[in-house]
């Protein structure tokens, strides 16, 4: 089974720190994303990655940054967190099947930026 | 930009009832995904549809795609607690790579 691994379930964070999300996938897949989720919002797409050192903003990439050095590890910076970033960061990969993509999600990390 | 609806946002009720998820748009999709996502948990994906009017069957779960593809429905019969949980659908829109998702649909099924 494909496992997609995010360093920690919860954090707590003050304003104006540097934060760091980790997730790891262990089959090899290309392609990595970044998603905030948030009551009645949805997935939103914050970051996403095709290959390693490749990058792609998606629809809300202000206030964030990303790191892929390696195919299997995928990291979202919060370079100054802020109040409204608490949220819930899930991290993704894919899997391409002819037109499809399947994603396998994290258990998600909770952030409270206090 | 493209937009999933989907309705209702939030349903209660108890087990052994059916129910009716939607998910709509006024776009095309290439396909529609739908996930269910468990407290703590990151979505897992149920299923995949394609073809306009297409028909998937999970145990007690149906899905359809609308036979325009802006549309699709998850029914469940006969619903469990184990169902509980929250539903999202997806769409993959014509010539691009980002998928388009729903809001959710919170689900408690009680005892």
């Known amino acids: 089974d494909v496992k997609v691994t995010q360093s920690s379930r919860y954090l707590v964070k003050r304003t104006g720190e540097k934060v760091f999300l980790e997730c790891v996938q262990d089959?090899?897949?290309?392609?990595m994303f970044w998603y905030r989720q948030d009551p009645g919002l949805g997935l939103r797409l914050i970051y996403f990655s095709y290959d390693v050192k490749m990058k792609e903003k998606g629809d809300i990439p202000e206030g964030y940054s990303v790191s892929r050095e390696k195919k299997e590890r995928f990291s979202l910076i919060l370079e100054s967190a802020s109040t409204n970033q608490t949220s819930m960061y899930l991290c993704a990969s894919s899997l391409i099947e002819g037109h499809n993509e399947k994603l396998f999600f994290g258990s998600g990390t909770q952030l409270s930026v206090l | 930009t493209q937009l999933l609806e989907q309705s209702p946002q939030f349903l209660s009720i108890q087990e052994g009832e059916n129910l009716t998820v939607y998910c709509n748009s006024s776009s095309v999709f290439s396909s529609l995904q739908w996930y269910r996502q468990e407290p703590g948990e990151g979505p897992v994906l149920l299923v995949t549809?394609?073809?306009g009017g297409e028909v998937k069957k999970l145990k007690r779960l149906t899905f359809q795609f609308g036979d325009a593809r802006k549309d699709s429905s998850l029914h469940i019969t006969a619903a469990q607690p184990g169902d509980t949980g929250l539903y999202l659908c997806?769409?993959?829109?014509?010539?691009?790579?980002?998928?388009?998702w729903g809001a959710g649909t919170k689900l408690i099924i009680k005892p």
């Open positions: 549809v394609v073809t």
């Open positions: 997806a769409g993959a829109p014509p010539l691009d790579y980002q998928l388009i």
């Open positions: 089959m090899d897949h290309e392609n």
